[in-house]
T-cell receptor, first 113, second 112 residues
């Protein structure tokens, strides 16, 4: 079983709809991250969380919100989706105790029409 | 503001040849990562470099870090088709090293 899972894997939605992307991990890591990937732009950090009570904005948080429901779950919401939020979204985790490497989930491909 | 630049953006190389991918960054950092991404797949961690002069090798890939020059290199030795992928470097922000800034990636294509 994958250590970091994301649901859904693919989603097509319409402008103005509310969308939630979910991330779960079984690695026992305390830190979780949300990135988006656009062609030619690499990955950009949206939000990150160092523990359940800690939420921080990344480079491009406008139009997004997050919720850390438990150590193992970190959700990303688009309150009112717009077409330029069409992208590939990745969740990642890391462990403050064992090292800096971030481990990525399989990604969610989101299309906003 | 930390900026990370990779070059080349696209690299087509013949099997058996050597080549180097460069990653330059604009502000002080002592934490640099290399990731690999296959088409339609997630990112796989290759190397984490944590100090000036750090060198790590895995198979045909070798990564190094020069923090004074703000430069990391990923050297490919005797390329094989299986190395075809997109390679990203990412740099940890000096104030918050878990806040990564990614380069735009180098798409490597190895042909016979």
């Amino acid at each position: 079983d994958a250590d970091v899972t994301q649901t859904p894997r693919n989603r097509i939605t319409k402008t103005g709809k509310r969308i939630m992307l979910e991330c779960s991990q079984t690695k026992g890591h305390d830190r979780m991250y949300w990135y988006r990937q656009d062609p030619g732009l690499g990955l950009r950090l949206i939000y990150y969380s160092f523990d359940v009570k800690d939420i921080n904005k990344g480079e491009i948080s406008d139009g997004y919100s997050v919720s850390r429901q438990a150590q193992a779950k970190f959700s990303l919401s688009l309150e009112s989706a717009i077409p330029n939020q069409t992208a590939l979204y990745f969740c990642a985790t890391s462990d403050s105790r064992t090292g800096p490497t971030q481990y990525f989930g399989p990604g969610t491909r989101l299309t906003v029409l | 503001e930390l900026k990370v630049e990779q070059n080349p953006l696209f690299l087509s190389m013949q099997e058996g040849k050597n080549y180097t991918i460069y990653c330059n960054y604009s502000t002080t950092s002592d934490r640099l990562y290399w990731y690999r991404q296959d088409p339609g797949k997630s990112l796989e961690s290759l190397f984490v470099l944590l100090s000036n002069g750090a060198v790590k090798q895995e198979g045909r890939l070798m990564a190094s870090l020069d923090t004074k020059a703000r430069l990391s290199t990923l050297h490919i030795t005797a390329a094989v088709h299986d190395l075809s992928a997109t390679y990203f470097c990412a740099v940890g922000n000096s104030y918050n090293t878990d806040k990564l800034i990614f380069g735009t990636g180098t798409r490597l294509q190895v042909f016979p």
